[in-house]
């Protein structure tokens, strides 16, 4: 199984949350792989950025110590986002979306909004 964090179930991982369920955290377990888009790395730092975030160690440390994959933002990845409908505006869960569908990859969510794409979904 291929699977995509999203951003915040990524910072979860890092500070092992009880919000990632137990079924989350299996798939994270036994995927084949997961991915870390680079995108989250930028939502991340706009939030820290703005005080709306801290975190004990960078992003990259937790993609590395966990064994995850960082996952850049290609040109496909920008062309598949032109053909997403508008049901959700928020630019990071839109490039998200695109990289799940042009990878193939199951995105491991809390937010809802995923639902009206279509992508599969490991909920938190």
Known sequence: MRLLLDTHVALWCQSDDRRLGRDARRAIETADIVWVSSVTGCEAAIKIASGRLRIREPLGVLVIADDFTELPVTLKHAEEIERLPLHH????????????????????????????????????
Request: proline share 6%; hydrophobic share 45%; net charge neutral.
């Open 89 to 124: 505006r928020d630019p990071f869960d839109r490039i998200l979306i695109a990289q799940a569908r042009v990878e193939g990859a199951t995105i491991v969510t809390h937010n809802r909004a995923f639902e009206a794409y279509g992508v599969p979904v490991i909920w938190t």
